[in-house]
């Protein structure tokens, strides 16, 4: 993987967890999932969101990112951790004005 998305997965697993950042994986990697004709999507069948990083979801990410889709996962990973901090959540909600001001741009 390139070094930027390894990081934003490392980041996150520590910030998040594992299965949170792993579900947030497999939404960024289904929204990538274009519908290239009628039926017919880039990836294939969607991915389950169960949290888990196993054979589809790694195979999934390394065919995004020989896509050259890396940028991609990394910002829409970062979405969804900055929606996370956002959210009604006030244990997190220390966080968000950190995280938001090094990270929105």
């Known amino acids: 993987l390139p070094d930027a998305l390894a990081l934003e997965l490392f ?12 579900r947030h994986l497999q939404q960024v990697l289904n929204a990538l999932n274009a519908e290239v004709a009628p039926g017919v999507f880039r990836y294939g ?12 979801t790694r195979g999934r990410l390394h ?3 020989a896509d050259g889709r890396a940028s991609a996962i990394r910002n829409g990973l970062n979405a969804l951790q900055g929606a996370r901090y956002v959210e009604k959540n006030r244990a997190r909600r220390r966080f ?6 090094k990270r929105a741009a």
């Open 11 to 22: 980041e996150q697993s520590v910030n998040l967890g594992r299965p949170r950042t792993c």
């Open 45 to 56: 069948t969607d991915l389950g969101i169960d949290g888990v990083f196993g054979k589809l």
């Open 63 to 65: 065919k995004a990112v």
């Open 96 to 101: 968000a004005g950190g995280w938001l001001a």
